[in-house]
């Protein structure tokens, strides 16, 4: 018989919690997910989660925490070009092979809890980040305008981005499905950033 120390115990404990929890908010988002589904529907005790994390919020960021560094570290292994458009197919292929992070993820960015928006900022950074360096590391690849210079492309990216991510907030709340809706923002998104860079017009 093994016979685990308490730590390991609790660092079990803690792990089946948090994959019952990605499975919830995967599913239900934060709005409709609750403790009671992840105890009844995986046969945790719920003083066992209170016993772990304060309330649904402290597993809630814990789960968007997870799912970040996740994205972040297959991006980072995976992206080795400064190609957009393969920047793209493998976030589509991290979400296409994760639908739980997928929506986690997608839930975070569109439909954000507004008492947590402080803590999501927090842990969002270095994914924000990553993408900025992403982005400036093709911006170098171009020729620019004269009339701009890298931190003008910098705060556009972040203009164009915060503009886009508003946008796709206002059709959450009119669309029931949220698949589509997480399939549509990839491919307007890719399609948006290469309209940024390379503009609408077809100059002869």
């Not at 919690?17 to 046969?43: D, L, R």
């Not at 945790?44 to 570290?73: P, Q, R, W």
């Not at 954000?112 to 400036?136: G, R, W």
Request: charged fraction near 30%.
């Amino acid at each position: 018989m093994i016979i685990l120390k308490k730590e390991e115990k609790t660092k079990l404990t803690k792990e089946k919690i948090i994959n019952a929890a990605v499975t919830e908010f995967g599913t239900n988002g934060y709005g409709k997910a609750s403790i009671n589904n992840i105890c009844n529907e995986n046969k945790i005790a719920k003083g066992l989660i209170y016993h772990n994390f304060k309330n649904k919020d402290e597993i809630y960021l814990t789960c968007v925490k997870m799912v970040f560094s996740k994205i972040k570290s297959f991006i980072k292994e995976k992206y080795t070009k400064t190609n957009l458009n393969d920047y793209f197919d493998i976030r589509i292929k991290f979400f296409k092979n994760n639908p739980m992070y997928s929506y986690i993820f997608f839930d975070v960015i569109l439909n954000p809890p507004n008492h947590l928006i402080k803590e999501i900022t927090n842990i969002k950074k270095d994914f924000d980040d990553m993408n900025k360096e992403i982005y400036k590391k093709c911006i170098f690849e171009l020729k620019l305008r004269d009339s701009v210079n890298i931190d003008e492309a910098l705060e556009y990216y972040d203009i164009i981005g915060n503009t886009f991510n508003i946008y796709f907030q206002k059709k959450t709340s009119m669309n029931s499905n949220f698949k589509e809706l997480i399939n549509e923002h990839e491919l307007k998104l890719s399609k948006i950033i290469d309209l940024m860079l390379y503009g609408i017009a077809d100059k002869e």
